[in-house]
């Protein structure tokens, strides 16, 4: 069974940085999708970033380019690199591996808070 563990939130300044990392225990499948995710105040969760197997990446609009997804090689880590952070930004991320890329099979970390403001 896998399991996730986020890690990294805390509070920043606007224009500041945060890397979280998501820890994965179990073993995935080549077919797996790992994604982050974030819940923002009294809004839905939303798509950040998710990367496959072999790296393919995809990002929600809002990024713009400040936010950068990756993982190790032995697919134990998934991290989050957050630049240019803006109050909007502000929200619980969540890890979410995503089985068989099918988003309607998911498993979901605690989640951490990034909370963005002076």
């Known amino acids: 069974q896998v399991q996730l563990v986020e890690s990294g939130g805390g509070v920043v300044q606007p224009g500041g940085s945060l890397r979280l990392s998501c820890a994965i225990s179990g073993n995935l499948s080549p077919f797996d999708i790992m994604g982050w995710y974030r819940q923002p105040p009294e809004k839905q969760r939303e798509m950040v970033a998710r990367?496959?197997?072999?790296?393919?990446?995809v990002y929600g609009e809002f990024v713009k380019g400040r936010f950068t997804i990756s993982q190790d090689n032995a697919k134990t880590t998934v991290a989050l690199q957050m630049n240019n952070l803006k109050p909007e930004d502000t929200a619980v991320y969540y890890c979410?591996?995503?089985?068989?890329?099918?988003?309607?099979?998911?498993?979901w970390g605690q989640g951490t808070q990034v909370t963005v403001s002076r």
């Open positions: 979410q591996r995503a089985r068989g890329g099918d988003l309607h099979y998911v498993d």
């Open positions: 990367i496959t197997h072999s790296n393919g990446t």
